[in-house]
């Protein structure tokens, strides 16, 4: 079915940017909500944005707010999380995850990427 392929994670220098990117393969009929989390070593997983199917509302908590931006093309089945002003605190493995519908008559379903590792440091 659906599968949700995370790429574009890195090393950076703290200040640096880096753009992730979620790519969606096989059939996708509704896309409802779309998020990416991030979980650092030794602590829980911790939602750092959100995007609605119509990319007109987003959320993001204090601890990135200004910083990371969440965009879509549902085009092309891919969601973007760029990153700006980095700092070591940013460092974790950044996943993926969404709800939506594959086929036609289909339920809603979540599903969730494999992650990609963001490392900040100098």
């Known amino acids: 079915q659906v599968q949700l392929v995370e790429s574009g994670g890195g090393l950076v220098q703290p200040g640096g940017s880096l753009r992730l990117s979620c790519a969606a393969s096989?059939?996708?009929?509704?896309?409802?909500?779309t998020r990416w989390y991030r979980q650092a070593p030794g602590k829980e997983r911790e939602l750092v944005a959100a995007i609605m199917s119509s990319g007109g509302s987003t959320n993001y908590p204090d601890s990135v707010k200004g910083r990371f931006t969440i965009s879509r093309d549902n085009a092309k089945n891919t969601v973007y999380l760029q990153m700006n002003s980095l700092e070591p605190e940013d460092t974790a493995v950044y996943s993926c995850n969404a709800d939506l519908i594959p086929n036609r008559g289909d339920s809603r379903s979540n599903y969730w990427g494999q992650g990609t590792q963001v490392t900040v440091s100098s």
């Open positions: 096989g059939s996708i009929f509704t896309i409802y909500c």
